[in-house]
């Protein structure tokens, strides 16, 4: 599999973006062992120690933790404290912006509920 890396963001804050949003669409479910540090960096042909930071972030944010012997896996009650993360730090950096631009493009409700359902 090869991956498309934006060149304005380190890899391993991409990583580890990329891990949070794979336990909240639950394709890594509770309990569930994320993939070796070797066979990631294998896999998107990176340095261990790029993986590394990215699983040392999941770690920090205590949203899996280490079995000695066994590896990392993602900790009970983590897709819901990433949700509430996420969602907090949506409508704090992200929401305002997008409220900024509907109301300088003059759109309605009316229109992006249309325009939404016509899309889906």
Not at 26 to 35: D, F, Q, T
Not at 41 to 55: C, D, F, G, H, R
Not at 81 to 109: D, G, H, M, N, Y
Request: positive net charge.
């Amino acid at each position: 599999m090869t991956m498309h890396w934006n060149g304005d963001v380190p890899i391993y804050i991409q990583l580890y973006q990329q891990v949070i949003q794979r336990i909240l669409d639950g394709n890594i479910k509770e309990g569930e062992a994320l993939p070796s540090v070797r066979k990631v960096a294998a896999e998107y042909q990176l340095n261990p120690v790029t993986v590394s930071k990215a699983y040392q972030m999941l770690q920090d944010g205590q949203y899996v933790e280490k079995q000695r012997g066994k590896g990392l896996f993602v900790k009970s009650g983590a897709p819901h404290s990433i949700l509430e993360k996420e969602r907090a730090s949506f409508l704090c950096t992200e929401w305002p912006l997008i409220l900024q631009k509907i109301s300088r493009l003059k759109l309605s409700v009316e229109e992006l509920t249309r325009t939404s359902k016509e899309n889906q």
